[in-house]
């Protein structure tokens, strides 16, 4: 499956910005699909993971009550609504794809999307 992520940007602290990933292929509904972050110097981290069906999320406790993770199995898209927006947020954000099951491991995500650059401002 290949990956596109876009909508990243420069927004206030406080602001709101939705990013979403398309996927080509198929078999979209068989991937389980997440949200990680990298910020410069640190880390790939885990943001929010979303199961095959929609019908369950899981969030890093940083952005829990203010990050939503979607999908359209029938668009082959997955978004990302971001809100309340802190500069501690800033990072190129990337869509992952896992066939079965989500994790929270970047490592046991199979494909990858390009990424896309959120910076929030103070």
């Known amino acids: 499956v290949q990956l596109q992520a876009s909508g990243g940007g420069l927004v206030q602290a406080g602001g709101s910005l939705r990013l979403s990933c398309a996927a080509s292929g198929r078999t979209f509904s068989t991937y389980g699909m997440g949200w990680f972050r990298q910020a410069p110097g640190k880390e790939r981290e885990f943001v929010a993971v979303?199961?095959?069906?929609?019908?369950?999320?899981t969030y890093a406790a940083s952005v829990k009550g203010r990050f939503t993770i979607s999908r359209d199995n029938a668009e082959n898209t997955v978004s990302l609504q971001m809100n309340s927006l802190k500069p501690e947020d800033t990072a190129v954000y990337y869509c992952?794809?896992?066939?079965?099951?989500?994790?929270?491991?970047?490592?046991?995500?199979?494909?990858w999307g390009q990424g896309t650059l959120v910076t929030v401002s103070s």
């Open positions: 979303i199961t095959r069906s929609g019908g369950a999320s």
């Open positions: 992952a794809a896992r066939t079965g099951y989500t994790s929270t491991s970047p490592p046991q995500y199979d494909y």
